[in-house]
């Protein structure tokens, strides 16, 4: 992905918003190179969700320093924050999943939430709702949670602003609305874990999950109970991998030391 910061000086002209994504009155806007794609039939056969692109999208990133560690989520979970919207100077370029961003198409960039979920966008101002896609990254500035399509934007109102309180929905994966009713269902979570620790007293093993807990915001530890060499062990694994590539680059980072993948 191609990442650009643009100040939000360059947007005082009002008569050209339309043609241009939005900064904050108060403050620059850091950009990156996102967008949308036109939005699939109701069956999602045209969305790219295949398990390389799944994969890919779930790594962790870094940018301007800072790590973002894609989410697990479920339909019915909901969310709040500023959101803020990007339009010509992306109309065009590639997408963080290698789509091409339209202005015009129901779409959205989020920092966290998987590739191709669907939300709800409510404009907390005028209660105004929309559903659009997530297909890219960011936004990157403050506490600002997702950026929107020019359209998108505009149809809640939130063009002129530039910026305004949002509340999120997640309605479904991989580019289809759950049906009403729906139970709530995760994201796919892989049998992929890593073990951590290995413990031959029960209540030691206990523990050290318990510590364990939340790991990143993320992961959980779990007790796995076993034998080796003909005596119990329990072992220690870590859980919430997407997939065998976020597993890898978690234990590059040496947060716990001999920890190893295994698979379930």
């Given amino acids: 992905m191609l990442f650009q910061k643009i100040s939000g000086l360059g947007f005082l002209v009002v008569t050209l918003l339309i043609f241009h994504g939005c900064a904050s009155k108060n403050d620059s806007y850091a950009y990156r190179s996102r967008g949308s794609a036109t939005m699939p039939p109701p069956d999602g056969s045209a969305i790219n969700d295949s398990p390389a692109m799944h994969k890919a999208t779930m790594r962790p990133y870094t940018i301007d320093g800072k790590t973002y560690t894609p989410t697990m989520v479920s339909v019915g979970d909901s969310f709040s924050g500023v959101s803020s919207w990007y339009g010509k100077d992306f109309h065009g370029k590639k997408t963080s999943n290698g789509e091409v961003y339209n202005m015009y198409d129901m779409t959205a960039a989020h920092k966290t939430l998987p590739m191709n979920t669907m939300l709800k966008v409510t404009n907390l101002k005028n209660n105004k709702s929309i559903v659009v896609r997530v297909n890219d990254r960011g936004p990157f500035v403050g506490t600002r949670i997702i950026d929107l399509s020019y359209t998108a934007a505009t149809r809640i109102d939130l063009v002129a602003n530039g910026t305004g309180p949002v509340s ?43 510590s364990n807990m939340n790991v990143n915001n993320r992961y959980n530890a779990v007790v796995k109970e076993g034998t080796f060499e003909n005596q119990p062990i329990y072992r220690v694994w870590l859980k919430g991998f997407g997939s065998e590539a976020e597993a890898s680059d978690f234990i590059a980072k040496g947060s716990f030391k001999g920890s190893f993948i295994v698979r379930e």
């Fill in 168 to 210: 999120l929905e997640v309605l479904g994966f991989a580019g289809v609305v759950a049906p009403a009713g729906a139970p709530k269902e995760s994201v796919v979570e892989t049998d992929y874990f890593i073990q951590i620790g290995a413990f031959r007293n029960k209540d030691g093993a206990a523990r050290f999950a318990q």
